[in-house]
């Protein structure tokens, strides 16, 4: 295959009391990014008689951040190694409409402010803009996305999955409550509505945080798969929808229906071979074939493979977590936590190195083939949003309370692994890793923290296992071999439905990260022709 993979982010949003950090998002965004876009959000937050508001329409402020993002925009975008595109959160009628972010192709392009969102459509057309829903799976005339007003020349795809969950349909895995002010989803809205209707969606994930770093573990990134990475080449695959989106772990996914890949349509009368491949972060549970919203088939990785007992040469991913810790609700007054440590091979090599980072402080040094070194932050446990500022100190769920790390490496089973973390050390065997999973707890720094913010000795607490739950921890998950986290398989639809169908894929690992792909759209009505494109 021509194509190469790349890994994004097109939905960061920068708020106007942001504008301070800019250059560190871009800066933090090229560490970890191939690609990236913020969404600049032309709202203010205000109160009114004690009412938190959100602001409607433009303001000369938005116009003066505007330029800034611009120059940003144009200074960090370098073909072959990070490219980046202009972008914000259209500030119309979101509540009849759904939201939209637009991103254009050249820099130095308006910040439109059109209330309707059939007149932004008219001006993108002219400036070689997109407009992208998002959250679409809400409440529709609550800013859930409204199919009867949609161009599909100018929305190549859609985001499925965000900081908000998911909006694939009404009852698919993952939810929407996260965002508890704008209630649950439900049916109207989906990806699987606009699906239905017969759009031509791509499907990406992308984070919708709001707190300026880059890729947020968790909160979605989206997979393009383009011949070089460039501005050019990356928008050529947006519209020829050569797209994914993935929760957090960076699934490989490869997807074809008759040598047709993800993203394309054909004519087809005859049966359908569907194959696919799936690289994931951790082991995959299974992979579930989608004919018009509907489950077809699944593979069932789970069961399928087992830990080799040989002492040949193996590849293994292995996930080590780093968090935990005291909790501000408890009464603890906390910074940041930093962390240092490297990781050893003492025989065979380390392959790569998956970061799965939430916020900014976060490096990772290879220092040979065999040694990893690493510097972590995370944020204390419990924060909330700032009243006055708006701005998230860190998430209600604890996101940024925990940094981690796949490691790809290979070696024998017998192969010593050295971790380092602090003053703490461990050694295990890569077989002893990956027959279970363990834990390094600091608890001793657990006594000291309480016995200097609360004066209390341990003979003085009750209950000892307050320094259990209060020490932070280190996770060694289970490495998972090469087996576990690679799948092949086919499928053959040998008498799909005489209409036009569309297929897609949906990944689920056992750690919970998913994937979904971008359709495949095939024509198999009565007078299709084989292997003919339509469009």
Same mark, same amino acid.
Request: proline share 5%.
């Given at each position: 295959?021509k194509?190469?993979?790349y890994?994004g982010?097109?939905?960061?949003?920068?708020?106007?009391?942001?504008?301070?950090?800019l250059?560190?998002? *871009?800066?933090?965004?090229?560490?970890?990014l &191939?690609?990236?876009?913020?969404?600049?959000y032309?709202?203010?937050?205000?109160?009114?008689r004690?009412?938190s508001i959100?602001s409607?329409?433009?303001?000369?402020?938005?116009l003066? &951040?505007?330029?800034k993002?611009?120059d940003?925009?144009?200074? *960090?975008n370098l073909?072959?190694k990070?490219v980046?595109?202009?972008?914000?959160?259209?500030?119309?009628?979101?509540?009849? %409409?759904?939201?939209?972010?637009?991103?254009?192709l050249?820099d130095y392009?308006p910040?439109?402010?059109t209330?309707?969102?059939?007149? =932004?459509?008219e001006?993108?057309r002219?400036r070689?803009?997109?407009?992208?829903?998002?959250h679409?799976g *809400?409440q529709v005339?609550e800013?859930?996305?409204n199919?009867?007003?949609?161009?599909?020349?100018?929305?190549p795809f859609?985001?499925?999955?965000?900081s908000h969950?998911? !909006?694939?349909?009404?009852d698919?895995p993952?939810?929407?409550?996260?965002n508890?002010?704008m209630?649950?989803r439900?049916?109207?809205?989906?990806v699987?509505?606009?699906?239905?209707?017969?759009?031509?969606l791509g499907?990406?994930a992308s984070?919708?945080?709001?707190?300026?770093?880059?890729?947020v573990?968790?909160?979605?990134?989206?997979g393009? /798969?383009?011949?070089e990475l460039?501005? +050019?080449?990356?928008?050529?695959?947006?519209f020829?929808?050569r797209? %994914?989106?993935v929760?957090? &772990?960076?699934? +490989?996914?490869l997807f074809?229906i008759?040598?047709h890949?993800?993203?394309?349509s054909?004519?087809?009368?005859?049966? =359908?071979?569907? +194959?696919?491949?799936?690289?994931g972060g951790?082991?995959?549970?299974?992979v579930?074939?989608?004919?018009?919203?509907l489950?077809?088939?699944?593979?069932?990785?789970s069961?399928?493979w087992?830990i080799?007992?040989?002492?040949?040469?193996?590849?293994? +991913?292995l996930?080590?977590?780093?968090?935990?810790g005291?909790?501000?609700?408890?009464?603890?007054? =906390?910074?940041s936590?930093?962390?240092?440590?490297e990781?050893?091979?003492?025989?065979?090599?380390?392959?790569?190195?998956?970061p799965?980072?939430?916020?900014?402080?976060?490096?990772?040094e290879l220092?040979?083939e065999?040694?990893?070194r690493?510097?972590l932050?995370?944020?204390p446990?419990? =924060?909330?949003?700032?009243k006055?500022s708006?701005?998230?100190?860190?998430?209600?769920?604890?996101l940024?309370s925990f940094?981690?790390?796949i490691?790809?490496?290979?070696?024998?089973?017998?192969s010593?692994i050295?971790l380092k973390v602090? !003053?703490?050390?461990?050694?295990?065997?890569?077989?002893e890793?990956?027959?279970g999973s363990?834990?390094m707890?600091?608890?001793e720094?657990?006594k000291k923290?309480? *016995?200097e913010?609360?004066?209390?000795?341990?003979?003085?607490?009750?209950?000892?296992?307050?320094?259990w739950?209060?020490? %932070?921890?280190?996770k060694?998950h289970?490495?998972i071999?090469?087996?576990g /986290?690679?799948v092949?398989?086919?499928?053959?639809?040998q008498?799909?439905?005489?209409?036009?169908?569309?297929y /897609?894929?949906?990944?689920t690992?056992?750690n919970?990260?998913?994937?979904?792909?971008?359709?495949?759209?095939?024509?198999?009505s009565?007078?299709?022709?084989?292997q003919?494109?339509?469009?």
């Amino acid at each position: 295959m021509k194509y190469n993979l790349y890994w994004g982010d097109m939905h960061t949003n920068i708020h106007p009391y942001q504008m301070n950090i800019l250059e560190d998002t *871009y800066k933090e965004a090229r560490n970890w990014l &191939d690609f990236f876009a913020i969404a600049y959000y032309p709202f203010l937050r205000y109160t009114k008689r004690g009412l938190s508001i959100e602001s409607c329409g433009c303001r000369k402020r938005f116009l003066e &951040d505007w330029e800034k993002v611009q120059d940003m925009v144009a200074a *960090y975008n370098l073909s072959g190694k990070f490219v980046t595109f202009l972008g914000y959160e259209w500030p119309g009628n979101r509540r009849k %409409y759904g939201d939209h972010n637009v991103f254009y192709l050249k820099d130095y392009q308006p910040l439109d402010c059109t209330f309707e969102l059939p007149n =932004l459509y008219e001006n993108l057309r002219k400036r070689k803009g997109i407009a992208i829903p998002h959250h679409t799976g *809400y409440q529709v005339g609550e800013r859930g996305k409204n199919w009867d007003f949609h161009d599909e020349s100018l929305t190549p795809f859609v985001e499925i999955y965000s900081s908000h969950g998911s !909006s694939e349909g009404c009852d698919t895995p993952l939810t929407m409550n996260r965002n508890l002010n704008m209630g649950p989803r439900t049916s109207g809205g989906t990806v699987q509505e606009g699906l239905r209707r017969g759009y031509r969606l791509g499907i990406i994930a992308s984070g919708d945080n709001h707190y300026g770093f880059p890729g947020v573990w968790g909160n979605g990134l989206a997979g393009v /798969y383009a011949e070089e990475l460039s501005r +050019k080449s990356i928008w050529d695959a947006f519209f020829k929808r050569r797209v %994914y989106g993935v929760t957090g &772990d960076r699934i +490989k996914l490869l997807f074809f229906i008759n040598d047709h890949f993800m993203g394309e349509s054909f004519r087809c009368s005859g049966p =359908l071979e569907i +194959k696919a491949k799936v690289v994931g972060g951790q082991a995959i549970d299974r992979v579930e074939l989608l004919r018009n919203n509907l489950v077809i088939y699944t593979y069932c990785h789970s069961g399928n493979w087992s830990i080799p007992s040989s002492d040949e040469v193996v590849r293994a +991913k292995l996930k080590i977590e780093f968090g935990w810790g005291p909790d501000i609700r408890r009464g603890f007054k =906390l910074e940041s936590k930093k962390w240092s440590g490297e990781l050893e091979l003492l025989s065979g090599r380390l392959i790569s190195v998956e970061p799965c980072f939430t916020t900014f402080g976060q490096r990772i040094e290879l220092l040979s083939e065999r040694c990893c070194r690493f510097n972590l932050t995370t944020q204390p446990r419990g =924060l909330v949003w700032d009243k006055q500022s708006f701005q998230p100190i860190a998430s209600s769920r604890d996101l940024q309370s925990f940094q981690a790390m796949i490691f790809e490496v290979e070696a024998s089973p017998k192969s010593m692994i050295h971790l380092k973390v602090d !003053s703490h050390s461990t050694f295990f065997s890569l077989q002893e890793a990956m027959e279970g999973s363990r834990i390094m707890s600091m608890s001793e720094e657990a006594k000291k923290c309480i *016995y200097e913010q609360f004066h209390l000795l341990p003979e003085e607490i009750e209950n000892p296992d307050v320094f259990w739950h209060f020490a %932070y921890k280190v996770k060694i998950h289970r490495a998972i071999p090469q087996g576990g /986290y690679e799948v092949d398989f086919e499928y053959l639809d040998q008498d799909p439905p005489r209409r036009k169908n569309f297929y /897609y894929l949906r990944v689920t690992q056992l750690n919970g990260q998913m994937a979904w792909s971008s359709p495949i759209w095939v024509d198999c009505s009565e007078n299709a022709f084989p292997q003919i494109p339509f469009s």
